[in-house]
Structures are given as C-alpha cells and as structure tokens.
C-alpha cells in the first residue's frame, strides 16, 4: 500500500507548478518529494515523533524534478491552518481526513488556503472494501470485549470516508475533480506468504471490480467562477476614438444680412 500510494503521490505533485506546497498529515510519509515548488511544509497536528518508513525509491523519470528544497516541518491544527487566504497552489493530504478531528472543517479549511487552480490531493481508505469490511468488525469485537489479541489492522482513530461521499464534498466547495483511482485489492492477512498467493488480485483488480480498491486516490481543481478581461479585449479598450468625421450639410446656407439691400426702392430704381 505505502509503494502504490507514494507513487501516485509522486506523479501527482511533479507537474503541479507554483511557489508554496503542503502537506497535511502522515509526516513518515513524503508526499511533496517529486515537487519543484521552493517553498514547502509537512503539517502535523501531533507532538510526537514518528517512527521512519522505508520509502520506496523515487521514479527515475522524476528524478530531475528532484530539488535541494527541504520541506519544514510544522505542528499546527487542521481545521486552523496558519496560513492567509489563497497563499497555498498544492495541499497533499494521505489519510489526513481520516485521522483529522473535523474532516469536513479541514476540507473548507484546504479551500481556504488553497489559490484559484490550485490543486489538492487525497489518499484515504476506501470503505467498501475487503480492508474496510475487516477493520469494521475489528471494532465490534473490540466493542464487544473479544478481539484482545492485538491492535487493528487499520488505525482506529477516525472514520473511513468513501469515495463518492468525499467527491461531493468536494464538489460543494468549488473543486473539479481531475483524476480518480482505486488500488490495493489484496485481502488484509498478516502473512507475508499469503499476501503473496492473492498478489494476482491486484493485477486484475483494476479490470474486474476497480471501484473495491482498499485505497483510493483522489486529484482536484479549485475553480473560482468569475468573469475578467483578456489580453486583446484590454487592449482595444485602450485604444483612443478616432477624431469625428466632417459631415456637410444638405441645407444651404443663408445670405449675410449686409449683402441685403437695405431699401427695397432703391432695386426698382
């Protein structure tokens, strides 16, 4: 999952172009590493200091996009980023909805922040699927008093978000959704040998019941509807009137009053 989810991660953020990126969530996770952005942040809302994962290497093709930027790490809340309004073009979120105090405050919040046409990226834990069904009835034995032989396979913390539900989220706040995926079809066992006898669903996962991926991942657009002027149209406003044309009139002048005879008699004469 950690391997599928990093590079999408990559591919995603590597053509995404502007001066701030963030990421809120999963500080183990480097979301913002295949980003040329100059200035960038890795946001959690927690103290504690996680345990190192062994990230996957980085694509090859985007290894030139690679920089000598680190990201800063910050401790903030989600649903109160310190940040102004429309000062941030990329926020990456793995998970981070899931484990956040208030997903939909956060989400308004990543609205808040973000720039018009700037993106947001989203990894979460799809709920209907064989992982979701198995971390479910994890809690009902742990709500029960049976399930005592180890954590859950999930974090517990949070609920899952489904797919559609967070697309329409999404779609009343103004975002365009670009790019949907799902990944991960492997039932949730803790053997490493059995893992490897159901590999086979994740190569036809895709092709046969795409939408049952235990992960999904999620690419979208802020569109602020408006109206502006482009280049030509400001520029022919510009442009000064020409001078007013010269029109000659139909109706003949009349006489100067000095031309006039005076006295009448003095013509007959």
């Not at 953020?13 to 996770?29: C, I, K, N, R, S």
């Not at 956040?100 to 973000?114: F, K």
């Not at 979701?132 to 009835?137: D, E, I, M, Y």
């Not at 092709?207 to 030509?232: C, D, E, T």
Request: aromatic residues 8%; charged residues 25%; neutral net charge.
């Amino acid at each position: 999952m950690l391997a599928w989810e990093q590079a999408r991660l990559d591919h995603a953020v590597a053509d995404a172009f502007g001066f701030h990126a963030l990421q809120l969530g999963l500080p183990e996770m480097d979301g913002l590493r295949a980003n040329r952005m100059p200035h960038r942040w890795v946001a959690s809302d927690s103290l504690i200091v996680p345990e190192a994962l062994v990230l996957p290497p980085l694509d090859a093709e985007l290894l030139t996009t690679q920089t000598a930027h680190q990201a800063i790490a910050l401790h903030c809340e989600f649903d109160a980023l310190p940040f102004p309004n429309a000062s941030i073009d990329l926020v990456v979120l793995p998970h981070a909805l899931e484990l956040a105090r208030d997903p939909h405050h956060t989400l308004r919040e990543v609205e808040r922040v973000l720039v018009p046409e700037g993106r947001v990226v989203i990894a979460g834990f799809n709920p209907a699927s064989l992982w979701g069904l198995r971390q479910r009835a994890g809690r009902v034995k742990h709500g029960l008093g049976i399930h005592r032989d180890g954590p859950l396979f999930l974090p517990r913390a949070g609920d899952f978000l489904g797919y559609w539900r967070l697309r329409d989220w999404l779609r009343l706040l103004g975002f365009e959704v670009e790019a949907g995926r799902f990944g991960c079809w492997r039932p949730a066992f803790r053997s490493e040998q059995w893992l490897e006898r159901f590999a086979w669903m994740d190569r036809v996962g895709d092709n046969w019941w795409p939408v049952l991926g235990s992960v999904y991942f999620l690419q979208a657009v802020k569109r602020v509807r408006g109206m502006r002027l482009v280049g030509l149209v400001r520029n022919e406003k510009r442009k000064t009137a020409a001078a007013p044309a010269v029109v000659a009139s139909g109706r003949r002048a009349a006489a100067p009053s000095h031309t006039q005879a005076e006295n009448p008699m003095e013509v007959e004469t």
